[in-house]
Nanobody
Framework: QVQLVESGGGLVQAGGSLRLSCAAS????????MGWFRQAPGKEREFVAA????????YYVDSVKGRFTISRANAENTVYLQMNNLKPDDTAVYYC????????????????WGQGTQVTVSS
């Protein structure tokens, strides 16, 4: 069992930056693929980024490439999402998720989810 708690969301102007954190409790954090998803009002939850167990493999949705960076610190049981040059379209609740081997962009491959943190980007 893994418990995930996100933090770092907030209100920022377009062009600004935020860093989201996801703290995990439970065993074997380093064995999980970690992902970030987001859900805007009235829309489906969509994939944003994912990172493999050792940080070597990273995946991004096209709309955030070059602006967002996912990273992890296994010794601290934490995964991060650095978000730069934020746009109003990035406004959503951001969720952290943990999945098994093979998990990447498909949300149904993730077994554990946090409660989410709100990110609002004003124009």
């Amino acid at each position: 069992q893994v418990q995930l708690v996100e933090s770092g969301g907030g209100l920022v102007q377009a062009g600004g930056s935020l860093r989201l954190s996801c703290a995990a409790s439970g065993r074997m954090f380093s064995m999980y693929v970690m992902g970030w998803f987001r859900q805007a009002p009235g829309k489906e939850r969509e994939f944003v980024a994912a990172i493999g167990w050792n940080g070597a493999n990273k995946y991004y949705v096209d709309s955030v490439k070059g602006r967002f960076t996912i990273s992890r610190a296994n010794a601290e049981n934490t995964v991060y999402l650095q978000m730069n040059n934020l746009k109003p379209d990035d406004t959503a609740v951001y969720y952290c998720a943990a999945g098994g081997v093979g998990a990447q962009r498909n949300r149904y491959d993730y077994d554990y989810w946090g409660q989410g943190t709100q990110v609002t980007v004003s124009s």
